[in-house]
């Protein structure tokens, strides 16, 4: 079967970084996203990877390595804005999103 | 963990037809659905919110008399492309929310690709 694995909840400092993980076994590979979804509201596109490597944009950046089945999020200088759910989805080989369940993202002053 | 699905899964139509999706929590009730529309490497927008035996909330753009929501059961939710154009053509994506849900928490469908010709 397919399926997207995430921590359910995470916790960290306002300032510091965090990484959240996504590991993934999918049917094909069309790309993987990350989006931020506050409660709520509807989810913002954060990045998109289809080849290996770190994208980085701004404070946040995602890596993928597809020989791993895995992706992490990363976030630097914290900020109490940034508590939220982040989602891991992958594009399978029907085009079809495959959704992790989200990690809840706790900012502590 | 909570199931959405969707179906059709992908649907290619002539413009001018209409193109009925469904969106079905498999595994829990849902009182409340969403309905949203993906454009390609962006964020998802929301199109509607769904609540199970009463009309459908559309967000400001969205037309009602196009994009036709029923919401009849508590597991099931339906988006109805009337007179679908080419630029309809986009990936719909559903999520339902759990009854009695504190957090908001919301459960994503796998998408439909809809390609008006």
């Known amino acids: 079967g397919q399926n997207i694995d995430q921590p359910t909840e995470m916790t960290a400092t306002e300032g510091a970084i965090v990484q959240i993980n996504c590991t993934y076994q999918t049917s094909g590979f069309n790309g993987l996203f990350w989006y931020q979804q506050h409660a709520g509201e509807a989810p913002t596109f954060l990045s998109y990877?289809?080849l290996d490597g770190l994208e980085e944009k701004g404070r946040f950046s995602s890596f993928l390595s597809r020989s791993k089945g895995y992706s992490y999020l990363l976030l630097k200088e914290l900020q109490m804005k940034d508590s939220a759910s982040y989602l891991c989805?992958?594009?399978?080989?029907?085009?079809?999103?495959?959704w992790g369940a989200g990690t809840k993202l706790i900012i502590k002053p | 963990g909570a199931v959405v699905s969707q179906h059709p899964s992908r649907v290619i139509c002539k413009s001018g037809t209409s193109v009925k999706i469904e969106c079905r929590s498999l595994?829990?009730?849902?009182?409340?659905m969403f309905w949203y529309r993906q454009f390609p490497k962006k964020s998802l927008m929301l199109m509607a919110t769904?609540?199970?035996?009463?009309?459908?909330?559309?967000e400001q753009g969205v037309e009602k008399d196009k994009f036709l929501i029923n919401h009849a059961s508590l597991t099931l939710s339906t988006l109805t492309v009337t007179s679908a154009h080419p630029e309809d053509s986009s990936f719909y994506i559903c999520?339902?929310?759990?009854?009695?849900?504190?957090?908001?928490?919301?459960?994503f469908g796998p998408g439909t690709r809809l390609t008006v010709l």
């Open positions: 595994d829990f009730q849902a009182t409340t």
């Open positions: 989805a992958v594009m399978d080989s029907n085009y079809q999103l495959i």
């Open positions: 990877n289809v």
């Open positions: 999520s339902a929310q759990l009854a009695d849900n504190s957090y908001n928490e919301q459960f």
């Open positions: 769904s609540n199970e035996g009463s009309k459908a909330t559309y």
